[in-house]
């Protein structure tokens, strides 16, 4: 026998339209029973509303006159722009934004109630509307200094470093907070990717363009990023070496040139001088 919660896990969504993407759904989402099973749910990309059939999309689509998330705009560099939602005020939206981003995560619970998290909803701009590309939501208060609850890239962007960026920008807000931070745990397998990747090149960075002796301590200060994650990344490189009787960092010379050339390939990142943001009191 299968228990109830097991029985609602199936995964009950097929695929979606979001602006002109169209992408299957990977897991089960808590859309309501008249929206699963339909071959095609038609999302309005700036509401995120959801409907059965391109006809009431289009009807809906002549009275929406959203062209970016609500909330507010609070970083802007080229054609990215990032909006501050808080899930009190802004609760159908984001609602809506947990019910379309369950469809790809499968190991969070979704929180049906969104009131306790603020969201970073990153678009693409250009001369229709702000295009939705990915989020991260945070917990207002995090017992466990968390500075992500859930992070997506909608899977039509994924593997073009947006994800890196989100997490970049989530580590940008730790940093005008004077905190620490680290993504909730369990990670999904993408995600465990996403933010080793980030790691590894955050402190490669920070080592490569530092001449004096840096401690665990010093990089967690200059990256918000906690001195577990630090620890087991420089270990996963193997960056620490014994040197006249003490633990140091340091990057093997040979590697040096390596990784200079990868970090020169990387397109976008965040400039932490658009970024016009006070944390909430
Ligand atoms: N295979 C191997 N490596 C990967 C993959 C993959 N499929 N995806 C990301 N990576 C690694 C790579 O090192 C990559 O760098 P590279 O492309 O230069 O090699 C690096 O992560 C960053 O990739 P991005 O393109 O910046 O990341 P993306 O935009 O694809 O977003 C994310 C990553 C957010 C995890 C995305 O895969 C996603 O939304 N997955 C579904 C939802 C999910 O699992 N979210 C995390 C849950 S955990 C949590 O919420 C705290
Ligand atoms: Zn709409």
Redesign the pocket.
């Known amino acids: 026998t299968q228990s109830i919660s097991e029985i609602a896990r199936v995964k009950n969504m097929n695929r979606l339209q979001i602006g002109k993407h169209e992408v299957d759904a990977w897991y089960f989402s808590p859309y309501p029973q008249e929206y699963a099973h339909i071959p095609i749910l038609y999302i309005c990309e700036f509401c995120l509303s959801y409907f059965a059939s391109p006809f009431m999309l289009s009807r809906h689509r002549r009275r929406c006159n959203l062209l970016h998330p609500p909330g507010n705009e609070i970083y802007r560099h080229e054609d990215i722009s990032f909006f501050e939602l808080d899930g009190k005020r802004q609760l159908t939206w984001c609602r809506n934004l947990s019910l379309l981003s369950k469809c ?2 499968d190991h ?1 619970t979704l929180y049906y109630d969104v009131t306790p998290f603020m969201y970073y909803v990153m678009c693409q701009r250009d001369s229709t509307g702000c295009h939705i590309i ?1 989020y991260f939501s945070k917990e207002k208060e995090s017992a466990d200094n968390y500075n ?1 609850a ?4 909608l899977p039509q ?8 960026l ?1 997490i970049e920008f989530s580590y940008e807000l730790s940093k005008k907070e004077g905190k620490l931070g680290s ?2 745990k369990p ?2 397998d ?2 465990l ?2 933010y080793r ?1 980030y790691w590894e090149a955050t402190i490669i960075e920070l080592l490569l363009n530092t001449s004096d002796d840096i401690s665990i301590d010093d990089i967690a200060q200059k990256t918000s990023i906690t001195h577990a994650d630090i620890m087991n990344t420089c270990t996963t490189l193997q960056l620490f070496k014994h040197y006249k009787g003490q633990h140091v960092i340091s990057i093997p010379e040979a590697q040096q040139e390596r990784y200079r050339k990868a970090m020169e390939k990387r397109k976008r990142r965040i400039h932490s001088e658009c970024l016009l943001w006070k944390p909430p009191v």
Request: aromatic residues 8%; positive net charge; glycine residues 18%.
């Open positions: 790809f995560l969070k990915g992500v859930c992070i997506l890239t962007h994924q593997r073009h470093g947006y994800g890196r989100l993504p909730e990670l999904s993408l995600g990717l996403g990747a």
